[in-house]
């Protein structure tokens, strides 16, 4: 039910907080709630490798459909609620939605079934799950190799920011996956014109399209393709400070997380996922792959730490720059080893200001952040101070 002011000029008058009008008010009735038997708890792995416990119930009529899933969000939540095998609960859909477990009968339980586990494997793929610190959800590690992940790994490695694939979209991706004629990332590579042309809604010249867009996706950059393979916590800019430092993709894959700390960006979270990431060995093999299938960039030495003038600071780029476009500073500054951020905080070194500065601007001088022009970021890029 919906409360509302009857009158437009009033409405006016209050105004809206964040989310919603003051001058209106919903209440919903109380969720529909019925009895029924956990039959037994499957964990389901998302596009993106979270593990999800979802208790399979006896079917039971709420809110208007028959409920046979719920979902138990996670281990902690599993555990708290003391949801087991054979239990006799009570479920709603939050919301009138969403069907979940809301309590547990314990005087109708029978013996003493086992306590719910997160399995420490995916039950996909066989990778292994892990949990890290301050999460409540365990996560797939075989991101490239996971079916449950295929379309989400493929999609994200044919992004523009990553390999670039033009033209390679859900709608074809979906197609590609669903028909069985992609599996893993190099199957991408390995794909010919009649298959392409055999799809719904593809014409010879769309498919041509596509194979020539894979065939210059194979010359790429060390930093596009780690960021493409979608190791957890590896942004763009983590991606580009590993290939600086390391200058090559095989000590990247080797190095210890006490060889990877030392990288600007990298701390104890990150290094673990790249490590674990890499000590799956259907990963490697996919990287292996792609080698294979032509995937090539250009490497070099490990850049030494006396070349990296900006090491361990943060820039952010505000208003237009006499002689260097954003994407130009952006480089310079992290070839430096510098960092460049979208938004200025007290971890900000310096904000570069250019014509027409903002709201990041402000909230410098705000913060009592330093204020450089492009003249001062060319001086410190050239080792000055």
Not at 120 to 128: F, Q
Not at 287 to 316: D, I, K, M, Y
Request: charged share 25%; aromatic share 4%.
């Amino acid at each position: 039910m919906v409360y509302k002011v009857n009158s437009l000029a009033l409405q006016r008058r209050m105004g809206f907080v964040t989310r919603e009008p003051r001058w209106a008010v919903a209440h919903k009735f109380p969720a529909q709630e019925q009895l029924t038997t956990v039959l037994g708890i499957d964990v389901q792995v998302g596009r993106t490798g979270k593990l999800t416990p979802v208790a399979k119930l006896a079917p039971v009529f709420v809110g208007g459909v028959t409920v046979t899933n719920a979902t138990l969000h996670n281990e902690d939540e599993a555990r708290r609620k003391d949801v087991r095998v054979g239990d006799t609960v009570i479920v709603r859909r939050a919301g009138d939605v969403i069907p979940e477990v809301v309590s547990v009968l314990l005087d109708k339980r029978v013996g003493d079934p086992d306590i719910f586990t997160m399995p420490r494997h995916c039950p996909v793929c066989g990778s292994a799950a892990v949990r890290e610190e301050g999460e409540a959800d365990y996560r797939c590690t075989g991101g490239l190799f996971c079916s449950a992940q295929r379309k989400q790994a493929i999609l994200h490695f044919a992004q523009r920011r990553a390999v670039e694939i033009e033209g390679l979209g859900d709608k074809l991706v979906d197609q590609l996956v669903d028909a069985g004629i992609i599996h893993t990332l190099p199957d991408l590579y390995r794909l010919g014109f009649a298959a392409l042309a055999s799809l719904a809604r593809m014409a010879d010249k769309s498919a041509q399209n596509i194979l020539d867009a894979l065939e210059k996706s194979k010359q790429t950059t060390l930093p596009r393709f780690l960021f493409g393979l979608g190791i957890r916590h590896v942004g763009e800019a983590t991606a580009k400070a590993l290939a600086r430092h390391f200058g090559k993709l095989d000590t990247i894959m080797d190095a210890s997380e006490d060889a990877l700390l030392v990288v600007a960006d990298v701390g104890p979270i990150v290094a673990k996922s790249i490590r674990t990431f890499f000590d799956q060995a259907h990963n490697r093999e996919v990287v292996e792959q792609l080698r294979a299938c032509g995937v090539s960039w250009l490497e070099s030495e490990p850049a030494p730490v006396a070349a990296q003038p900006l090491s361990g600071q943060t820039f952010v780029l505000t208003g237009t720059l006499p002689t260097l476009g954003r994407e130009e500073a952006k480089a310079l500054i992290e070839a430096s080893g510098g960092k460049v951020a979208g938004s200025v905080s007290k971890k900000t070194s310096y904000v570069v200001a250019g014509a027409e500065a903002g709201s990041k601007l402000d909230k410098a001088q705000e913060l009592g952040v330093a204020v450089i022009n492009e003249a001062q970021l060319r001086e410190m890029l050239d080792g000055g101070t």
